[in-house]
């Protein structure tokens, strides 16, 4: 059975996150006390009606019974129930203008009287061991609701096996460097197609534009030592047992070289027969 424990931050997407994962065959409770996770574990192992594919969420919204979360994931793993955490993360900023928006009360708002600013300082404290812990990690502070449904099924839509899963992100650092990113490369040094007048509105997935970044001897041999040095470093990564590896790659706007090279390194990933997966995080910004 392949169990995913999802959490994370109040207002990060884990409601989001759980309707793309029904989205793709998932079976979904929200909101599960963590006492009752490995109860629920074995009545989905025993039930009638086979459940291949289970997530739960369990977060702070449980009060004290959050707190236990450790010693059953601990316990879990001991008797062999074996699953995945996913964790939600997003900017306190970000967090704050949601829960501003749509005015619903932050379940640790109560412990500061109604500071929202504290309560979310307070939560991101309480889940570091959690975060640590995690398999996968998104940050949802500049995703779309389309593109965060893309990375869950990135990571959970095929079949997983052992295997590691790479995910390329492109972004603009005018945006913010991706908070999950493993690995961060800069390519604002290789020629940049915005200041050709007739690629300035296109992007890297669009050919004419992928063809001036690769042109270039300042790219070719980017990419060669680039590619070199990425193929040495997964496989160590894989020894360490870890589950995802998320390598960024950032230019100015997040609109052209760095879409094209993630793109590039997504597609030479695929052509070793690697999991891996890509998303453009800021090609519709601006």
């Given at each position: 059975m392949d169990f995913v424990i999802v959490t994370g931050l109040s207002?990060?997407?884990?409601?989001?996150?759980?309707?793309?994962?029904?989205?793709?065959?998932?079976?979904?409770?929200?909101?599960?006390?963590?006492?009752?996770?490995?109860?629920?574990?074995?009545?989905?192992?025993?039930?009638?009606?086979?459940?291949?594919?289970?997530?739960?969420?369990?977060?702070?919204?449980?009060?004290?019974?959050?707190?236990?979360?450790?010693?059953?994931?601990?316990?879990?793993?001991?008797?062999?129930?074996?699953?995945?955490?996913?964790?939600?993360d997003a900017g306190d900023g970000v967090?704050?203008?949601?829960?501003?928006?749509?005015?619903?009360?932050?379940?640790?708002?109560?412990?500061?009287?109604?500071?929202?600013?504290?309560?979310?300082?307070?939560?991101?404290?309480?889940?570091?061991?959690?975060?640590?812990?995690?398999?996968y990690i998104i940050d949802t502070s500049l995703l779309t609701t389309a593109q965060m449904k893309a990375r869950i099924s990135g990571l959970f839509l095929e079949d997983s096996g052992d295997?590691?899963?790479?995910?390329?992100?492109?972004?603009?650092?005018?945006?913010?460097?991706?908070?999950?990113?493993?690995?961060?490369?800069?390519?604002?040094?290789?020629?940049?197609?915005?200041?050709?007048?007739?690629?300035?509105?296109?992007?890297?997935?669009?050919?004419?534009?992928?063809?001036?970044v690769m042109k270039w001897e300042q790219t070719q041999g980017f990419i060669r030592r680039w590619i070199d040095l990425i193929d040495y470093m997964v496989p160590l990564y894989c020894a360490e047992g870890k589950s995802q590896l998320v390598i960024a790659v950032g230019c100015t706007g997040g609109h052209h070289r760095s879409v094209a090279l993630a793109q590039h390194l997504c597609d030479h990933f695929l052509v070793q027969g690697k999991r891996a997966s890509v998303t453009h995080r800021d090609i519709k910004k601006g």
């Open positions: 207002g990060a997407g884990k409601t989001g996150a759980l309707h793309a994962m029904e989205d793709i065959g998932f079976f979904c409770v929200d909101n599960l006390p963590a006492k009752l996770i490995p109860i629920f574990y074995d009545l989905c192992l025993s039930s009638r009606e086979e459940r291949q594919r289970v997530a739960v969420v369990t977060d702070t919204r449980g009060g004290e019974m959050f707190a236990s979360l450790f010693d059953v994931l601990d316990g879990m793993k001991a008797s062999g129930r074996n699953y995945r955490i996913l964790f939600l967090l704050m203008n949601r829960y501003q928006e749509n005015r619903r009360r932050h379940p640790l708002a109560q412990v500061y009287h109604g500071s929202l600013e504290q309560a979310v300082r307070l939560e991101r404290e309480m889940l570091l061991p959690v975060r640590e812990r995690a398999d295997a590691m899963m790479l995910q390329c992100v492109s972004f603009g650092f005018k945006y913010g460097i991706p908070a999950e990113a493993d690995l961060v490369f800069d390519v604002r040094c290789l020629p940049n197609p915005f200041y050709i007048e007739e690629l300035k509105h296109q992007t890297g997935l669009d050919a004419p534009v992928r063809e001036y």
